[in-house]
């Protein structure tokens, strides 16, 4: 057992049993092919699936008609804290195939049970003098019925202000907690919430916090298979990655990342106000371990500064900023006030810090690691892809540095093989103050070309 352990992408499954509705257990171990396990801070549930290579009529014992559950536990060995133990529902079957007369293969996919429960209920309910993570909380307890490991192993951020929220009649309670997701704002100001289920529970976190947590693991691009026992620097490398996007003026200036305008409706008196933005007041999230903006600083042909032109994007939507008199909602603490941040600013602003997240993006495949999950921090010690100069660290500026999980998938198969591929974001770079000068169209048009 021991040898496993020693094995960069090794594991131990300790429990895979199908479950059915009369609670008739079967193991799974000796039919399964491949299990693919997903999270990702877009989705507010974890997914999955599991290749089945059938002969002993399992479809038929089971029937598989929505009552079936899936137990999961699988983990490095004799090591709990890398484990994940979950039951999941599953919720269809599909691919099924006829290889010959006696065997059969098909796969079953599963999630988590509260997004099932999710669906046949509405919340339609106000919640007074509370805040958004607190509501977000108390629906996943009232109508979800989640388990307490599930919020306790999560990260719930506070978010500011006393309100009086009321949730929509026509929400379910995933949806309810994704709408709220969007009107809340964190201790900096910032519209950057995110609900999501990773490995560890369930989340209500800001982008912001997320940023500042340290790295769960530095992954390394070293050589493999050179003869040496060093397992753990193989168990931390790289085995594939691929840069899926990085820095691109268009997608951000149609995004708003720099500037952009807000225009609005008030219904209550007919009339409609517009709102400007430059990159200075849409409050960026900083990520103070990478020393640089992933945007760069630039001017248009005519000299002026690209975060000056609120054309570049328009976003519209209801106001109430002109008929409103009252503009002070209660802080977290009691008996403190501040100036509301409107509705409108968070409408433009959400739009604009998360396209500015998500313009540079990388994916990587490493040895399995339940640890590597979606809101999770790695530091890339990604080198230069060219000829190594001696004294100098030789780490690619535009790419190493500290990046945020957005997606992970698990998966596992037969011959002890757990791989984790993932993608990850970061809103910065390690580019210096000397790499990030002011410059435009205008240094260069000096030049005869014609």
Known sequence: MQSNFLISTGFIIKELNLVAKDKTERSLIAHYKEINIFDSILQPCLTGNILIEDSSGLSDSFLLDGNDFIKIHIGKVDDDTLDIKRIFRIYKQSDRNVVNQTKETYILHFISEEFVTAQFKKVGQAYLNTTYSNTALKILRDYLKTPSEKI????????????????????????????????????????????????????????????????????NFDPKNLGRMDETNDMFGARHFEVIQQFDILSNIKNGVYSGKFIGYDRNIGQSLELNFDYNSINHPKNSRNNGPAVANLKTIEGDLLNNFSESNIVEGPTSLISRNINEIKQNSPGEFEKKIDYE????????????????????????????????????????????????????????????IIAARHKLTPDNKHETIFEACTNSSNRSDRYNKMIGVDNVTNTNYA
């Not at 026509?170 to 964190?186: E, G, R, S, V």
């Not at 100001?189 to 990773?198: A, D, I, K, T, V």
């Not at 739009?351 to 809101?375: D, H, M, T, Y």
């Open 152 to 219: 306790k192993g999560g990260e719930f951020d506070t978010s500011l202000g006393i309100r009086d929220i009321v949730v929509p009649l026509y929400l379910n309670p995933i949806d309810a907690i994704m709408w709220m997701t969007k009107l809340a704002i964190d201790t900096d100001h910032r519209p950057c919430f995110l609900f999501y289920e990773n490995i560890f529970g369930y989340n209500f976190a800001s982008l912001s916090n997320l940023l500042d947590k340290e790295s769960v693991v530095n992954i």
């Open 345 to 404: 600013q968070i409408l433009f602003q959400r739009e604009s810090i998360f396209a500015n997240f998500f313009s540079q993006r990388v994916k990587l495949v490493v040895p399995g690691n339940f640890g590597i999950s979606s809101g999770a921090n790695v530091y890339l010690n990604i080198p230069k892809f060219s000829e190594k100069v001696p004294g100098e660290n030789n780490l690619d500026r535009t790419l190493y540095g500290h990046y945020m």
